[in-house]
T-cell receptor, first 113, second 115 residues
Framework: KAGVTQTPRYLIKTRGQQVTLSCSPI?????VSWYQQTPGQGLQFLFE???????NKGNFPGRFSGRQFSNSRSEMNVSTLELGDSALYLC????????????FGPGTRLTVL | AQTVTQSQPEMSVQEAETVTLSCTYD???????LFWYKQPPSRQMILVIR??????QNATENRFSVNFQKAAKSFSLKISDSQLGDAAMYFC????????????FGKGTKLTVNP
């Protein structure tokens, strides 16, 4: 079974631009979560989607948004990029519920100049 | 809100020896899940071990075991017979028992394994 895939793997943007990151979960997984990882703040929860509905949202400004499609693929969008948005963005999927393991993708490394 | 604290930013161990990574957490919930994740330099995060709070028995996965002290809100990871491939960042994580899959992570411990 293919693992969680994230595209692109690396991205360089300038301040003020917007960016869209994509995540394809493991086949059959309906839950997708997004995390931001930075050296200073560590791993912080962005949002979680289940069956195309946002089930939970972290403490991030409205510039960060996401969605999930009917095939469970998910995208996150960051508008009006700031230097502080430079981070590794991780996506995780699982079957949802119980002690199910979350499977992480390799991440998208976003650099904002 | 739940918090997870890993007080050891870095640890080192000799190959074949044992090392223990510490984790404490704060929650008002009585039922939850705890996890240890490993993130090697390649960046792909993988699950090492998991524990259900209502289970008193400590989880074990091969060379990895935990010491779960619910009253003390402590969840340490013991790695026995350390191998070079164990070198990575280790994150302790908390998840509520309920609908959300949200993980609350500690800041991580960087483990170095010396040959």
């Amino acid at each position: 079974k293919a693992g969680v895939t994230q595209t692109p793997r690396y991205l360089i943007k300038t301040r003020g631009q917007q960016v869209t990151l994509s995540c394809s979960p493991i086949s059959g997984h309906r839950s997708v979560s997004w995390y931001q990882q930075t050296p200073g703040q560590g791993l912080q929860f962005l949002f979680e989607y289940f069956s195309e509905t946002q089930r939970n949202k972290g403490n991030f400004p409205g510039r960060f948004s996401g969605r999930q499609f009917s095939n469970s693929r998910s995208e996150m969008n960051v508008s009006t990029l700031e230097l502080g948005d430079s981070a590794l963005y991780l996506c995780a999927s699982n079957l949802a519920g119980g002690l199910g393991e979350q499977f992480f993708g390799p991440g998208t490394r976003l650099t904002v100049l | 809100a739940q918090t997870v604290t890993q007080s050891q930013p870095e640890m080192s161990v000799q190959e074949a020896e044992t090392v223990t990574l510490s984790c404490t957490y704060d929650t008002s919930e009585s039922d939850y899940y705890l996890f240890w994740y490993k993130q090697p330099p390649s960046r792909q995060m993988i699950l090492v071990i998991r524990q259900e709070a209502y289970k008193q028995q400590n989880a074990t996965e091969n060379r990895f075991s935990v010491n779960f002290q619910k009253a003390a809100k402590s969840f340490s990871l013991k790695i026995s017979d350390s191998q070079l491939g164990d070198a990575a960042m280790y994150f302790c994580a908390y998840r509520s028992r309920g609908g959300s899959e949200k993980l609350v992570f500690g800041k991580g411990t960087k483990l170095t394994v010396n040959p």
